[in-house]
């Protein structure tokens, strides 16, 4: 695992030469959620496929590219499509950009992602800042990471969400009149949807919402001291006693409703920060 510090080190430095240097936010932006990008002043972008030691996004509605630019006065870089444990990489790989973001001097991550909503009060297009979440992932990405140089491996997660930055989300949807839920979501392996049985039991472990992403990047943030927060659209009604077959292309959709106002959202969020 030594080596994955360096590749680290590498890409981070190989970004800074092509102009990837003084932001001090990350933004993920997840499944559908790509107009943000429109509030970004771009100064650089970068296909994944061209920086070294990164994965390449298999996912056909996750453009894979790197961004850099400006939203007001901040500098930000932005992941238009992240990585997932279900495209067969390792938790490591999944989670490498996060430690690059990190070496590249950001201080603040802000994840989206699409969920489907099992708490019966989740509608469509709802915007859910997660308060808290379950992993249920059968891989973690502190695992084997025995060289001091990564630090304390027994990470707090206590209190995995930034309480200043979740404030900033709850203030900010408040003066833009956005009702902002707040929920505990549970990461799954996918790819596949779940069963009613499966809803049942997510539910009954105290979950609100249930995705594919977020969780891996949470816990490495917390590793590397990146104070982060989250914002999940829901995209289906998970009632396992009124479940109706979705397809991905409805999930994609009905993210794409939700895309405006969560852009105007990470907007003002940013300039507040």
Same mark, same amino acid.
């Given at each position: ?16 030469d ?16 790509g107009?943000?990008?429109h ?16 994965p ?8 894979g ?7 007001g ?14 495209e ?11 430690r ?14 699409a969920?489907?909503?099992?708490n019966k ?6 915007l ?11 891989e973690?990405p502190?695992?084997?990471?025995t060289?001091?140089?990564? &630090?304390?491996?027994? $990470?707090d =997660? #206590?209190?995995?969400?930034? %309480? @200043?930055?979740? +404030? *900033?989300?709850t203030?900010?949807? !408040? ?8 929920g505990?979501?549970v ?17 009954l472990a &105290?979950?609100?919402? $249930?995705? =594919? #992403?977020?969780?891996?990047? %949470? @816990?490495v943030? +917390? *590793?590397?001291?990146?104070?982060? !927060? ?7 009604e ?33 300039e507040?920060?």
């Amino acid at each position: 695992m030594e080596n994955l510090l360096q590749k680290i080190d590498e890409t981070a430095q190989w970004l800074t030469d092509k102009g990837f240097g003084g932001a001090t936010i990350g933004i993920v932006l997840g499944t559908g959620l790509g107009t943000f990008i429109h509030e970004i002043e771009i100064e650089q972008t970068i296909s994944y496929e061209d920086i070294p030691h990164f994965p390449l996004s298999t996912v056909e509605f996750h453009k894979g590219q790197l961004i850099m630019g400006k939203v007001g006065n901040k500098k930000v870089i932005a992941m238009q499509g992240r990585f997932h444990y279900y495209e067969g990489y390792s938790m490591q790989q999944i989670t490498f950009p996060v430690r690059v973001l990190k070496a590249l001097g950001l201080q603040y991550l802000l994840l989206s992602n699409a969920a489907g909503g099992m708490n019966k009060s989740y509608k469509k297009t709802d915007l859910v800042l997660l308060d808290d979440h379950i992993n249920m992932l059968p891989e973690n990405p502190l695992r084997g990471l025995t060289a001091p140089a990564f &630090g304390n491996r027994f $990470v707090d =997660m #206590s209190g995995p969400y930034s %309480v @200043i930055l979740n +404030n *900033h989300f709850t203030s900010v949807a !408040a003066k833009l009149n956005i009702h902002l839920k707040k929920g505990i979501y549970v990461a799954v392996q996918g790819p596949n949807l779940e069963t009613r049985a499966e809803y049942r039991q997510l539910s009954l472990a &105290g979950a609100d919402m $249930v995705g =594919m #992403s977020t969780v891996p990047e %949470v @816990i490495v943030a +917390n *590793h590397i001291g990146l104070a982060c !927060a989250a914002v999940s659209v829901i995209t289906d009604e998970c009632d396992p006693d009124n479940l109706q077959p979705v397809d991905i292309s409805e999930i994609i959709a009905v993210a794409g409703k939700a895309d405006t106002v969560l852009s105007k959202l990470f907007k003002r969020v940013i300039e507040a920060i």
